[in-house]
Each structure stands twice: as C-alpha cells, then as structure tokens.
C-alpha cells in the first residue's frame, strides 16, 4: 500500500492527468502557430520555466528572510534574499518586497501601507488607460477608497500635468497613481511627485507594463521618484506571472507588513526564485539589446499602420504598446480581435480616449510587441503583420483571402519559432 501512495507521486502528467496534459500540449501549439500582439504578455525563458516549476512549490515559507513562521527555510531564504538583491540593483531601491503574488496584489498591499478605508486616491481613468486597481468603482479600490479619477486631454489623447494638477487641487487626495495600461507615452513621474508634495500626498507609480524598459535603462526611473513603485513581472521584465513593491527604505515596514500578514499568507516560493533569475537575465546586456528591439518594432508597427491610414492613439509610441482607434475602419475593436483570432492573430480590443462605444465593443485594440520580439523578430515582420492585419480587416468578407492570410501567419511562425522541437 505505501509503495502504491509513493508511486502516484512519481507520475508523470501525461500518465496521471492526461487531460491536463493534453491541453499542455495543445497550448504550446496555439503559442507556437499564432502572432501574439497581446501588450500585457511575454514569453520567458526555459531557467525561468524551470525555477517556475520547481520543488520550491512544495515549501512553506510565511513571513521574510531569517524570521519565518516555518522550519526548513534555509534555501528559499536565500532565493528570496537573491531576488531582493538583485531586484534593489536593476532599479536603484532601497528597499523590495518581492512576495506579491500579482500586480494587483501589490498596488492593493501599498494602498493598505498608506491608507485607512475611505481616504481618497486618484489614478488615471480605466476607460482613458488606467488600470482596475487604480480606483475603478467595480476594484476593490474603488469601493474601500473614495476614488476619483485623471483622464488624458481630449484633443492629443496625451497626459497634461497642468489638467492632472487642476484635478488633483479639487480632489485632494491622500494618494496620486501614475502608470498605466493602455496608453503608449512616457509618463512625467516628476511633474506628477510635484503635484503630489504641492497637496500633502503620497504618489504611488505603477510600472507593471515598462519595468522591462526602467530595467534596461530606456525609461526613466521613477523609483527615487515616488514613495511607492509597485511593478508585474511578467510582462516587458520577462518573469514569471507575479508583482513586486518597491520603495524607499522609510516605508519598508509598513509595506511587508501590509503584504504579510496584512494580505497574504505562504509566499510562493517558486514564483520568488523564478523572479530571482528574471532579474539575473534583466541585468545582462542582452536584455538591453532585446529592449531595444521591443521599442524599435513598436515604432515600427506604428509607422507601418498609419501609412496603411489607421488612426494611432497619441500617434504612436514610447513604449512596447500601440492603441489603435478603428473608427475610420468600420470595425470594432471586438470585431477586429475575433476576426484575426480566426487568423492566429492574437490583439485585445481596448476602449480609445473617450470612445463613444462600450467597453465590451469599443473602438480599439491594443497592440505590442514583446513577446513577437521574444520570438526574434524584427522591423520588417513587424511591417508585414501590420499589412497583414489590413488585408484581414479589409477583406473581412472574403473567405479565400483570408485563408491566404492565415497560411503567411502560419509560415511566419515557422520561421520564428516559440519553442526549439
Ligand atoms: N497594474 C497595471 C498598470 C496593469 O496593467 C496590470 C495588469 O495588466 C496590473 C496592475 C495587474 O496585474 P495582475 O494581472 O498581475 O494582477
């Protein structure tokens, strides 16, 4: 009997789930034959896989380094500790808490440092770019803090600071979110901590999208900046699925006891160790170089799209990102997406600035180009996908055009592959 306990725990998936591992398998095969233009995704390396599906997952680990509510801590200790050592390098702080288990976790662990229920925050509008956790009435952001919220100017669809002030003296909030999720311009981090110590106020920057520029150093960093910076590490930093804080030391403490045991409990250690060689790889010069190359292709796609006459929100791009408004097409954002699904072409639709369609059908889709970039490549692709995606908006009505499309992403998937055989 106890050989047979033993044995299941030796199964491979294949043999004791195969389902499970059938859907593995498919998956693997869907990232491998479709173009993903999903901004918010990536691809991370086999070490990052592999520390990601690790042992690690079997341990227990409440509390930090050196004082743990658990025996056996030695070794994910020093996993823990390498991760916040490397993560206080690549972004100059003072202090991190990489245990986080999701961006969302992290901005909701700073707003319980910083604040009591009821106090006012303010961050940028969802429908302009911000994100949920940001202050929107159905986040628990919104419905613990009394939140208002900034939008972007209704004629350039790009951040003024003078409005974001004028917003901010009628508010008063307690608290500024800068950062974003759908707008493609750098952000002034500095004109936004001026707001924020004219009004008492502390000022939150999320980075969850460009930590992977602020890494790399292509961005400006808002870590000396800001009280709090709270970041993902999945998306351009190229780690596995998770958040992280990073702060100033004075709020070090308020901030880990705020995540634990404030709002979570067991880290996950093989998160944390996978995130440990995310920053090891962020701190090489590659890194650097396949930054560049996120930027160059986004502008790239950018330019490629507006000489095939679509209308860029802001008229391009910073970052890894480009909002496109498809007014001028006759197509929605929902219609675009399903239709290049079809076609192994993987975009989210997104709301534009003041779009005047719902946010289950509105007008835009989000495009970007990090895990493209993962995949090898470059400018030109990047300008055969954006008249790709034109013949296929174009000739939405005609089937055999269409199948010609698919077969050139098929081939282009080919020649990048995903994942070695
Ligand atoms: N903050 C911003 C700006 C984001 O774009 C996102 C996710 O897209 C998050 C926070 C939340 O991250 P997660 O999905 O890991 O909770």
Same mark, same amino acid.
């Given at each position: 009997?106890?050989e047979?306990v033993k044995?299941?725990?030796m199964?491979?998936l294949?043999?004791?789930?195969?389902?499970i591992?059938?859907i593995l398998?498919?998956e693997k095969?869907?990232q491998?034959?479709?173009?993903?233009?999903i901004a918010s995704?990536?691809?991370v390396?086999?070490a990052v896989?592999?520390a990601?599906g690790?042992?690690?997952?079997?341990?227990y680990?409440?509390?930090?380094p050196?004082?743990?509510?658990y025996?056996?801590?030695?070794?994910?200790?020093h996993?823990?500790?390498l991760?916040?050592?490397?993560?206080?390098?690549l972004?100059?702080?003072?202090?991190?808490?990489?245990?986080?288990?999701?961006?969302?976790?992290?901005?909701i662990a700073a707003?319980?440092?910083?604040?009591n229920?009821?106090?006012r925050i303010?961050?940028?509008?969802?429908?302009h770019?911000g994100?949920l956790?940001?202050?929107s009435?159905?986040?628990?952001s919104?419905?613990h803090?009394?939140s208002f919220s900034?939008?972007v100017?209704?004629?350039t669809?790009?951040?003024?600071i003078?409005?974001v002030s004028?917003?901010?003296?009628?508010v008063?909030?307690?608290?500024?979110?800068?950062?974003?999720s759908a707008y493609?311009?750098?952000?002034?981090?500095?004109?936004f901590?001026?707001?924020?110590?004219?009004?008492g106020?502390y000022l939150?920057v999320d980075?969850?999208?460009?930590?992977g520029?602020?890494?790399a150093?292509l961005?400006?960093?808002?870590?000396?900046?800001?009280d709090?910076?709270?970041?993902?590490t999945?998306?351009?930093?190229r780690g596995?699925?998770?958040g992280?804080?990073l702060?100033q030391?004075?709020?070090?403490s308020?901030?880990d006891?705020a995540?634990? @045991?404030?709002?979570q409990?067991g880290?996950?250690?093989h /998160?944390?160790? &996978?995130? %440990?060689?995310?920053f090891?790889?962020? *701190?090489s010069?590659g890194f650097?170089t396949?930054l560049?190359?996120v930027?160059?292709n986004a502008?790239?796609?950018?330019?490629a799209?507006?000489?095939l006459?679509?209308?860029?929100?802001?008229?391009g791009?910073d970052t890894h990102?480009?909002l496109v408004?498809l007014s001028n097409?006759?197509v929605?954002?929902?219609e675009?997406?399903?239709?290049?699904d079809r076609?192994n072409?993987c975009?989210?639709?997104?709301?534009?600035?003041?779009?005047k369609?719902?946010?289950?059908d509105?007008?835009?889709m989000?495009l970007?180009t990090?895990?493209?970039?993962?995949r090898?490549?470059? @400018?030109?692709?990047?300008?055969?996908?954006?008249?790709l /995606?034109?013949q &296929?908006? %174009?000739?939405r009505h005609n089937?055999? *055009?269409?199948?010609?499309?698919?077969?050139?992403v098929g081939s282009?998937?080919?020649?990048?592959p995903?994942?070695?055989?």
């Amino acid at each position: 009997m106890n050989e047979k306990v033993k044995a299941v725990s030796m199964q491979s998936l294949q043999f004791s789930d195969p389902e499970i591992a059938t859907i593995l398998d498919e998956e693997k095969k869907r990232q491998q034959d479709s173009l993903n233009l999903i901004a918010s995704e990536n691809m991370v390396s086999g070490a990052v896989l592999e520390a990601q599906g690790s042992v690690l997952t079997n341990k227990y680990a409440e509390g930090y380094p050196d004082a743990r509510y658990y025996g056996g801590c030695f070794f994910v200790d020093h996993a823990e500790k390498l991760a916040i050592s490397r993560a206080k390098e690549l972004f100059a702080a003072g202090h991190v808490n990489v245990q986080p288990h999701s961006g969302t976790s992290a901005n909701i662990a700073a707003y319980l440092a910083l604040l009591n229920p009821g106090d006012r925050i303010m961050g940028m509008n969802l429908s302009h770019g911000g994100h949920l956790t940001h202050g929107s009435k159905i986040n628990i952001s919104g419905s613990h803090f009394h939140s208002f919220s900034y939008g972007v100017d209704r004629d350039t669809f790009l951040l003024n600071i003078d409005q974001v002030s004028e917003k901010a003296l009628e508010v008063k909030p307690k608290l500024i979110i800068a950062g974003a999720s759908a707008y493609p311009r750098l952000i002034d981090f500095e004109g936004f901590k001026e707001i924020a110590d004219d009004l008492g106020a502390y000022l939150l920057v999320d980075i969850a999208h460009t930590a992977g520029f602020i890494a790399a150093g292509l961005h400006p960093n808002p870590v000396p900046v800001a009280d709090i910076v709270t970041a993902t590490t999945h998306k351009t930093l190229r780690g596995p699925r998770g958040g992280m804080i990073l702060c100033q030391d004075k709020y070090a403490s308020v901030i880990d006891k705020a995540v634990f @045991p404030g709002m979570q409990g067991g880290p996950l250690m093989h /998160i944390i160790a &996978a995130k %440990a060689v995310a920053f090891k790889e962020a *701190k090489s010069p590659g890194f650097i170089t396949y930054l560049e190359f996120v930027l160059a292709n986004a502008k790239a796609l950018a330019r490629a799209l507006t000489d095939l006459g679509y209308d860029l929100v802001t008229g391009g791009t910073d970052t890894h990102q480009v909002l496109v408004d498809l007014s001028n097409k006759y197509v929605s954002g929902l219609e675009a997406e399903t239709l290049l699904d079809r076609l192994n072409i993987c975009v989210n639709k997104n709301a534009i600035p003041y779009d005047k369609k719902g946010a289950n059908d509105p007008s835009g889709m989000r495009l970007g180009t990090p895990t493209l970039t993962s995949r090898g490549m470059g @400018p030109d692709q990047m300008e055969e996908i954006a008249s790709l /995606i034109d013949q &296929a908006l %174009a000739g939405r009505h005609n089937p055999k *055009k269409l199948e010609i499309i698919k077969q050139r992403v098929g081939s282009l998937c080919q020649e990048f592959p995903a994942y070695s055989k």
